[in-house]
């Protein structure tokens, strides 16, 4: 099974600010890999995937990097609306996610 | 416009049974392969189970595994999950999700279904 380790737990950022978020897995995943945002009450939206891509409707301060084992989401800028938890997910073998990171308001 | 809406979220108690659906609208449901995602209160989002396209191969997370069966009916745009034996650390937000398709991530999730699991 693969494990995806995210860290930090929680990120304390104010509006404007760059949020950096680091997923790392246990064995390589190649591209294979995901960001989601979910707000309280809300089902999970895809962000990212295949490490880089943005989905369909997603804001350019939002952007994803890495290869292999270590992987990045970035939040350019934080708009009020950012402030959420974040997944990241692989799919190279099985299906499995982080434990999240919570971007909360400074 | 794509919706996946589940159902069949309840109060049951320990050693009982559900039947979670998740009707699908909006796409060639036939064509992508399925899966149910699950939150308990509070905690992260875990992968529980998924079905091919066809329904000719299915997949589990080890805590389910022999407890849970997923099935869809593709003449109806709907997938099941099957929940026997369940126990309290089950509750949860059961979501429904449609792959992208190949090996990428969930694009569309349901709204959720709640399972609660106590005596």
């Known amino acids: 099974e693969i494990v995806l380790t995210q860290s930090p737990a929680t990120l304390s950022l104010s509006p404007g600010e760059r949020a950096t978020l680091s997923c790392r897995a246990s064995?390589?995943?190649?591209?294979?890999l995901a960001w989601y945002q979910q707000k309280p009450g809300q089902a999970p939206r895809l962000l990212i995937y295949?490490?880089?891509n943005r989905a369909t409707g997603i804001p350019a301060r939002f952007s994803g990097s890495g290869s292999g084992t270590d992987f990045t989401l970035t939040i350019s800028s934080l708009e009020p609306e950012d402030f959420a938890v974040y997944y990241c997910q692989q799919r190279v073998n099985g299906w499995t996610f982080g434990q999240g990171t919570k971007v909360e308001i400074k | 416009e794509v919706q996946l809406l589940e159902s069949g979220g309840d109060l049951v108690q320990p050693g009982g049974s559900l039947r979670l659906s998740c009707a699908a609208s909006?796409?060639?449901?036939?064509?992508?392969?399925i899966s149910w995602v699950r939150q308990a209160p509070g905690k992260g989002l875990e992968w529980v189970s998924a079905i091919s396209s066809s329904g000719g191969s299915t997949y589990y997370v080890a805590s389910v595994k022999g407890r849970f069966t997923i099935s869809r009916d593709n003449s109806k745009n709907t997938l099941y999950l099957q929940m026997n034996s369940l126990r309290a650390e089950d509750t949860a937000v059961y979501y429904c999700?449609?792959?992208?398709?190949?090996?990428?991530?969930?694009?569309?999730w349901g709204q959720g279904t709640l399972v609660t699991v106590s005596a």
């Open positions: 064995q390589s995943v190649s591209s294979y």
């Open positions: 999700a449609k792959e992208q398709g190949g090996m990428r991530p969930f694009d569309y």
């Open positions: 909006g796409f060639t449901f036939s064509s992508y392969t």
């Open positions: 295949d490490a880089s």
